[in-house]
């Protein structure tokens, strides 16, 4: 029994290895890698318990091991510059995948107007809608002027809602799929050039929307690449912070997320909170700093909304 035992302890600790510390060198384009590594919080959780767990049965060596796994987890925890930038927040940003329901709408848009945000993105919006939401969301569209909304899979729209006058807009849509382009566009924010990148991309369940999703965030990284001014990554990006490709995405887009575990917040799925993980964000480059990123008011979607606060540098 004693060498079951031991058996099932290494193999539990070989598996924590790599999807904790080694999931930074794992492929970023597998299927299988994409998904597994998107619970690094559970398997953290998972090697903490299973080290006291240890610690209790006095088996001090097992028990460091997987202790040792966490390291790198705290490491990242604290890792990055410290903020420099002083001041109000300029802009709140609120962004929320809100899975075709009404009671969603309603939701998201009576957390809009308590939070005053300033520009706000929603995906999976219900095309038809109760005359009664329909006003609500109606009276909500007349205080900013400069919002749009746009088809997207069938049944559901994509919205864009903001306070500053919109400069530019282009439109990107991954090859051979339909229904979820992602948006650049270019606003003018108290006389600042803001870029913004709004997104809902295919979930990653098949190798042909692994494809897709992948061939939009490569668009994302080629229109960041370089770029200099003020930028803002907004929406249901269906890859986890965790995960091998997020990081890609990070280091090659210039994006500010010092760690995976500071910039991001948990957000699907609402319904099976033990799962939670971070696909949805709003990240900022260039000269914008997201600050006090959140995780807003269940609203009956599966998603939670993604609410933060940005900063410019000038």
Known sequence: MNRVTTAGSLALLLLLTVLLPGRRFLPTDSL???VLTSFAAQYAVLALLVAFWLLWHRRWLRSAAFLLLLVPEVFSLFQGRSASLVGEPAITVVSANLFESPRAVRS???QAEAL???LIWWSEFPRELDPETRGIVGALDARYPF???IPAADGRDLRFLSRYPLRAREMFQPPHTTGRPALKLTLEVEGRLLTVFALHTH???????LEARNATLDWLQQELSGHQGHALVLGDLNTSAFAPRFRELIEVSGLHCPSPWRCAVASWPSFVPILLTPIDHILAGGGAEVINIRRG?????DHFPVVAEVIFRD
């Open 32 to 34: 299988l890698v994409d």
């Open 147 to 149: 919002g749009f909304e």
């Open 297 to 301: 008011r269940f609203t009956g979607s």
């Open 116 to 118: 005053d945000a300033d």
């Open 108 to 110: 998201a848009v009576a």
């Open 203 to 209: 979930p990653p369940t098949s190798p042909w929307s």
